[in-house]
């Protein structure tokens, strides 16, 4: 009778193992940094040598409806280097 104890308990336990790693692997995936995040790129290529306003501006569009309204932040964009080429003028 004992014996028909062990098996689920041991399922269970390895069920809580395998739970357990899958949860670690996702918190510390979740603390990494992208490979594109700003302080990755600084390292790598140091701060840039203009200061403001930049030869090359640079404008970061971030959120998810890049992916489903790309015409929409196209037209930013062009709105956003107008100002810029206008400012640079003035």
Known sequence: MP??????L?????????GLSLAASVNRHS???PHNAPEAWIRAHGLPADEPPRSHPLAVCAGDSIGTHPQFYNEM?????????????A
């Open 31 to 33: 603390w990494l940094s």
């Open 77 to 89: 964009l062009l709105l956003i280097v107008r100002r810029l080429k206008s400012e640079t003028k």
């Open 3 to 8: 014996g028909l104890l062990l098996i689920p």
């Open 10 to 18: 041991i399922l269970l336990f390895a069920v809580g193992a395998v």
